[in-house]
């Protein structure tokens, strides 16, 4: 009975991993190991099997954020999260609606998530998404359920003034306004593609020391818009591929040259549907699980 039990409730143990670390693959791992743990419970003694792994999970995590930090001081340049494709176990969540599951796994939210500090992110992730009751919260985080509730509102308040509380759903069809993004730039249409960008489009990349990237954040319309020009004629000269890809429940595009994946392209969109962020994955080592489950061939539909 341990597997079968498991395996019901590893999405969400996966879903919380990475919104509490923002990596895909240390979600795996700590999933890995809540279940090295829960194979060696006597299941008699466990009345909430999910209550139990969740609590397990949670604090798997909180003792892998102290060496995730410190990690991420030496890390190379911007760190994103890794991106995940529509299908990933990682994107599973509680009893939340689609729409909004899709702005909650955003980057601006999983970036604004990880600058709570890791108690005040465990009790707003736990209570508003997983939807765990305070007397649980309480013995998860070892506070009191009055603590939790001020580490669950402090949260949410700090959200609230990074405008990340109700991330924008952008109208109409989030995949069209890639398709448009990648005509604009297969046309040479730089003033079609700066009508796609909001004026304070800011374009970050991740290259984690092992592939060329900016070290910082670029903004402005302008220098984005001829920045995004000179990737796409490097990559034309390359004969690479732009394929339409949802990631983490935004437009986006991946990169293929031949078999290899170049990079993947999040965009982020306001609220009257212009891009406002460019999240661009080019480190490999987060780029492998898209490679190794078959996301967005490079020969598939929607391939520039």
């Known amino acids: 009975m341990h597997l079968p039990l498991f395996m019901q409730h590893r999405p969400r143990l996966l879903a919380l991993g990475y919104r509490m670390l923002g990596s895909r693959a240390e979600a795996q791992d700590l999933a890995q190991e809540a279940w090295l743990r829960w194979s060696e419970c ?13 609590q ?50 955003s980057y601006a939210y999983l970036l604004a998530l990880q600058r709570l500090e890791p108690l005040e992110r465990a009790a707003f992730l736990l209570r508003e998404v997983f939807d765990v009751e305070y007397p649980q919260l309480a013995a998860i985080l070892q506070r009191s359920q ?19 509380a109700v991330p924008a759903r952008p109208p109409g069809d989030p995949q069209a306004l890639a398709a448009a993004f990648v005509d604009a730039l297969q046309g040479g249409d730089v003033d079609r593609l700066a009508g796609l960008l909001a004026m304070d489009v800011r374009y970050q990349a991740d290259g984690g020391g092992k592939a060329l990237a900016l070290p910082a954040p670029l903004a402005g319309r302008r220098a984005v818009s001829r920045l995004l020009r000179g990737l796409w004629r490097r990559s034309e000269r390359k004969g690479a591929a732009w394929c339409a890809q949802r990631l983490n ?19 982020q969109c306001d609220a009257v549907g212009r891009v ?29």
């Not at 890390?75 to 969540?93: F, H, Q």
């Not at 429940?249 to 965009?267: C, F, T």
């Not at 962020?277 to 391939?303: E, F, I, W």
């Open 276 to 304: 406002s962020g460019l999240y661009v994955m080019r480190n490999p080592d987060k780029l492998a699980h898209l490679t190794a489950g078959g996301c967005g061939q490079k020969r598939s539909n929607g391939c520039r």
């Open 146 to 164: 009055a603590a939790c509730r001020q580490l669950a509102s402090r949260a949410r308040r700090r959200l609230q003034d990074g405008g990340q």
């Open 56 to 105: 397990l999970m949670a604090r798997l995590c909180l003792d892998q954020i102290k060496s995730a930090r410190r990690r991420r001081e030496q890390y190379v340049g911007v760190w994103l999260p890794e991106p995940l494709a529509d299908g990933d176990d990682c994107l599973a969540a509680g009893p939340e609606q689609l729409a909004e599951r899709a702005q909650q796994l």
């Open 249 to 267: 429940g935004m437009p986006g595009v991946l990169v293929w040259e031949e078999e290899r994946l170049l990079m993947s392209v999040a965009l």
């Open 42 to 54: 006597d299941l008699e003694g466990i009345a909430a099997p999910g209550a139990y792994l969740t």
